[in-house]
């Protein structure tokens, strides 16, 4: 069975930093373009990184660009999300998902085979 598994969510203060990463069993992650989506309560997934399958092609969500970073590690078979200066509007359960070399539309949820079944951000003072 094909399985994402997100990890190192948590709670930090407004400012700090957390990493999150995306361990994928049973397949081989350099295969696909891996996307970083994010639920808030009461709010539609909405995208917040991709990285695609083999030339290193990110994107980002105007409301991440300059504080989170996308990579992976092929190697290991994880992908990374590397958030700084959280902000409290950061708090969300955050997923991991598996797609085609890279998606036409990148934050398409359609565009996504593989789900993770997400990891809670909640960033307060």
């Known amino acids: 069975q094909v399985q994402l598994v997100e990890s190192g969510g948590g709670l930090v203060q407004p400012g700090g930093s957390l990493r999150l990463s995306c361990a994928a069993s049973?397949?081989?992650?350099?295969?696909?373009?891996i996307g970083w989506f994010r639920q808030a309560p009461g709010k539609e997934r909405e995208g917040v990184s991709v990285?695609?399958?083999?030339?290193?092609?990110?994107y980002y969500a105007d409301s991440v660009k300059g504080r989170f970073t996308i990579s992976r590690d092929n190697a290991k078979n994880t992908v990374y999300l590397q958030m700084n200066s959280l902000k409290p509007e950061d708090t969300a359960v955050y997923y991991c998902?598996?797609?085609?070399?890279?998606?036409?539309?990148?934050?398409?949820?359609?565009?996504?085979?593989?789900w993770g079944q997400g990891t809670q951000v909640t960033v307060s003072s």
């Open positions: 049973r397949f081989t992650l350099d295969n696909y373009a």
């Open positions: 998902a598996a797609g085609g070399l890279w998606p036409s539309t990148p934050f398409l949820l359609s565009e996504y085979d593989y």
């Open positions: 990285i695609s399958s083999s030339d290193g092609n990110t």
